[in-house]
């Protein structure tokens, strides 16, 4: 009994390290995996990424499916559970043998997949995962199999710091970021790395905090031109409602994590005007085939489709476009075609991989005035 368990468990590591070898070229289908957070506290997310891979899916096939074979889509439901991401991304590689994944969303659960994409040399695309580290090792090598369609929190932080200088001509900026948080604490140093005025106050909060009447009346009486806010959109509603209440009229700047509705509803319309944040995605983008997107999306799903629906149908088409390139649907041949990708034509933006599996694009800076988009701003990277 003992040599038949040792035996199983060796097949088992043998079929973990051959990975998805076995979805070979002469199958009827290739299979695209989806590592999703369909239930749990996250599930809005993984939803509209869902939404939006399925729809890429449905569009690839229709048009004739990719090297001449229809793609069959495999996905799970992680639960927005990092354990449960990392046993979904080991049986959609070595179980389903897909030949490459798309998601999960958030940058807890695809850390958590990545050990397993990495032992079964399976690529997996983060179409909203944003840690900078999410590409790289602790020693700060690329991680092979992991690639990301969003920019890097990162990038939004230094776009964020020259939009406030070459747009709003900023000199003086009042940061109040959430000291819980490792996006905002990322966000924060990646401003202050790049912004070329001067930081006259440094605020911080934490994720449980709703009354921040103590932070806003020490920077009332403060000379400065912007307020920089790295939070989630919980937090930055009441921020933005509470500060106009006060009289505090200067822009407002904030990153992705503003991209929700409930940040208007939580600070009311009528306060949210002069307030910027950078966007993966815009409504109002009138490239056609950004319009032929919404358009598609709107037909399949009665309604608009947000920034991670349309990161996730981009992650899908750079799927595609690494199958093609590879020529062949073999996970390890589709990943290393992944890292060679340049002029991706995209919804989210044009862009190419560069040497750390991230997307050289521009960031959307959002102008909101009275709760509406009146506007946005290209941030090109420098």
Do not use: W
């Amino acid at each position: 009994m003992k040599k038949l368990v040792v035996g199983l468990a060796a097949l088992a590591v043998f079929a973990t390290a051959c990975g998805a070898k076995g979805n070979a070229d002469d199958a009827d289908t290739i299979k695209i995996g989806g590592n999703f957070e369909l239930t749990g506290p996250v599930s809005a997310y993984g939803t509209a990424e869902s939404n939006g891979a399925k729809l890429a899916i449905k569009e690839i096939n229709e048009a004739g499916g990719v090297l001449e074979k229809q793609l069959k889509y495999v996905e799970l439901d992680n639960k927005s559970d990092t354990t449960e991401s990392a046993s979904i991304a080991t049986k959609l590689a070595t179980q389903e043998k897909v030949s490459v994944i798309v998601g999960p969303a958030t940058s807890g659960t695809t850390k958590s997949a990545t050990p397993s994409v990495t032992r079964a040399k399976v690529a997996m695309i983060t179409p909203s995962g944003t840690d900078d580290s999410l590409t790289l090792d602790d020693q700060g090598k690329v991680q092979p199999y992991v690639f990301r369609t969003g920019f890097q929190d990162s990038f939004q932080g230094v776009a964020l710091a020259d939009f406030a200088t070459d747009h709003l001509d900023s000199k003086k900026a009042v940061i109040i970021g959430d000291s819980s948080s490792d996006y905002a604490i990322g966000l924060t140093k990646a401003f202050k790395d790049s912004y070329e005025g001067e930081i006259v106050a440094d605020e911080n909060f934490t994720a449980d905090d709703t009354d921040f009447n103590a932070i806003l009346t020490r920077i009332k009486g403060k000379d400065f031109d912007v307020i920089y806010m790295p939070a989630y959109y919980e937090q930055a509603g009441l921020i933005i409602k509470q500060a106009r209440e006060m009289g505090i009229e200067q822009p407002i700047l904030g990153a992705d994590g503003f991209s929700n509705q409930a940040l208007l509803d939580l600070a009311g319309e009528e306060n949210v005007s002069n307030v910027y944040y950078s966007a993966h995605f815009s409504l109002n983008n009138e490239e056609k085939n950004i319009q032929d997107f919404i358009k598609a999306y709107k037909e399949e799903y009665k309604t608009e489709p947000d920034a991670f629906s349309a990161l996730a149908y981009d992650s899908v088409y750079l799927a595609k476009q690494g199958i093609v390139e590879a020529d062949s649907s073999d996970p390890e041949e589709v990943a290393k075609a992944l890292e060679k990708i340049t002029d991706f034509q995209g919804v989210t933006g044009n862009f190419s991989i560069d040497e750390n599996h991230n997307p050289v694009k521009s960031v959307f800076v959002i102008e909101l005035q009275k709760g509406e988009e009146a506007g946005g701003t290209e941030v090109a990277p420098k």
